[in-house]
């Protein structure tokens, strides 16, 4: 394939991957497996699609935060906690066995579809909370920021659960606060990628302008449809990275 030809199929893979990952999280399905195709190694492919990500991530969270969904500054310090959990997790990245994490996701994402597909009365509605937000910030935020950086795949949807099933979040309210955590998340496990120089800057920054783009797409109709959309999309993206992730 000629490289003008694969570039811009990776422009338009980010356009994708931004508007599925601002209404259900799961765009790095699309970007990670694009960018080993278009022929970048795995590191290289994984500090690149940090770096697209974050165009994304902000999109979303601006545009969210725009219509009242999300109140930023209230949920600051559970973003520094995401970011600081996921240099951690980057760090770890060159010394931990992987293998564990990733025959384990697949099942992982499997019953948060299940959670979702089957869980009555779930909403945009919030409903009680499960844990204190002190606890959710300095024990849930921090984990799944570390996950972030240490292997990556399905981070949203993992924050979507806990905001739904701990904080009592209503469906379209955690989407909108998964992505500003999301977005410290990539912005904690970029910084690590850039230091050990495994990014292709070009690309990553031509790829994250249309990260950009979709997610203002995909976060106005998430907007419009709430969990009546959000849902659904939820529980077939954590199923097609699932089987992604057995195939591979």
């Known amino acids: 394939m000629p490289l003008n030809e694969t570039f811009l199929l990776l422009v338009l893979a ?4 931004g508007m599925i990952d601002a209404i259900a999280g799961g765009g790095g399905m699309i970007t990670v497996p694009a960018l080993l195709l278009g022929g970048l190694d795995p590191l290289s492919a994984l500090g690149t699609n940090k770096l697209q990500s974050l165009f994304g991530s902000a999109s979303a969270t601006i545009s969210y935060a725009r219509r009242g969904h999300v109140r930023l500054a209230p949920l600051l310090p559970a973003a520094a906690l995401s970011f600081a959990g996921a240099c951690l997790g980057a760090l770890l990245a060159a010394s931990l066995p992987l293998d564990f994490l990733r025959r384990l996701l697949p099942f992982l994402l499997i019953a948060i ?12 509605v919030d409903r009680e909370r499960r844990v204190s937000p002190r ?32 904080a009592g979040y209503g469906v379209l309210k955690a989407t909108a606060h998964t992505k500003l955590l999301n977005f ?18 070009k690309l990553g920054l031509a790829m994250g302008l249309a990260q950009f783009l979709g997610a203002r ?10 969990a009546g959309l959000i849902r659904p999309l939820l529980v077939v993206v954590c199923i097609g990275l699932a089987a992604r992730l057995l195939w591979s």
């Open 184 to 201: 410290t998340s990539n912005l904690g496990g970029f910084g690590v990628f850039a230091l050990v120089g495994s990014i292709h800057w």
């Open 135 to 166: 606890a959710f910030a300095l024990f849930l935020v921090p984990l799944i920021g570390a996950y972030d950086g240490l292997f990556g795949p399905g981070t949203g949807s993992f924050f979507m659960l806990a905001f739904v099933s701990l």
């Open 113 to 124: 579809a299940v959670y979702f597909a089957l869980k009555p009365g779930l909403s945009d």
């Open 14 to 17: 980010a356009f994708a991957a």
């Open 217 to 226: 797409v995909g976060a106005g109709v998430a907007m419009r449809f709430g």
